[in-house]
């Protein structure tokens, strides 16, 4: 079985601080995405890799950057979180080819 | 720009009423199809998904859904729902040369006993 986990279910972080998200997929897959989950907005893409080291912007990367410094692990990170990024974030992996797509737990990230 | 769009944003259905949950997308080229399904405080699973072939794909837990090239069109359904369905769908559609999903607003479906 595929398993994409997620460092943590729920943060609390204040206004400012640095949010570091983690994600780790053990199928050597070439492609890990950063989504955010918003009630009637569905899934919004932030960011995607496709190889390590290797980044490009999704719909809505304003706020956020990532590192793929190793092919199993993407981190998202808030350089200064705000109440408005406040919302549940889902890491994915696939292989190339898309023809199928392994979401992790996600985290209920909420900023105060 | 791909765009999924999806019909409902909340159905509510009895146990056992038929369900069709509607999904268009915007592109011209060849597409892969997905339904995800996220039940609550659970992950996103893979429902079915359609690539080539029969345009009429049966998924798990009773899902089909039916791919309608003129239509750009790939509807969700089941004849007979049941309480455990209740959850939001997601219909994403990647492209041919693409790398990416996009994905659907999501339609929570509810289903009463």
């Known amino acids: 079985d595929v398993k994409v986990t997620q460092s943590s279910r729920y943060l609390v972080k204040r206004t400012g601080e640095k949010v570091f998200l983690e994600c780790v997929q053990d199928m050597d897959h070439e492609n890990m995405f950063w989504y955010r989950q918003d009630p009637g907005l569905g899934l919004r893409l932030i960011y995607f890799s496709y190889d390590v080291k290797m980044k490009e912007k999704g719909d809505i990367p304003e706020g956020y950057s990532v590192s793929r410094e190793k092919k199993e692990r993407f981190s998202l990170i808030l350089e200064s979180a705000s109440t408005n990024q406040t919302s549940m974030y889902l890491c994915?992996?696939?292989?190339?080819?898309?023809?199928?797509?392994?979401f992790g737990p996600g985290t209920r990230l909420t900023v105060t | 720009a791909q765009s999924v769009s999806q019909h409902n944003h909340h159905v509510i259905l009895s146990e056992a009423a038929s369900l069709e949950l509607g999904c268009n997308y915007s592109y011209g080229g060849t597409v892969n199809l997905f339904w995800y399904v996220q039940y609550p405080g659970q992950h996103l699973q893979l429902l079915l998904k359609?690539?080539?072939?029969?345009?009429l794909v049966k998924g798990i837990k009773g899902f089909e859904a039916e791919f309608i090239k003129s239509k750009f069109s790939f509807n969700l359904r089941k004849p007979s729902v049941q309480w455990s369905d209740t959850a939001e769908y997601f219909c994403a559609v990647t492209t041919g040369y693409g790398q990416n999903f996009v994905f659907g607003p999501g339609t929570r479906l509810s289903v009463l006993p």
């Open positions: 359609y690539f080539s072939g029969d345009p």
């Open positions: 994915a992996s696939s292989q190339t080819g898309l023809r199928g797509f392994y």
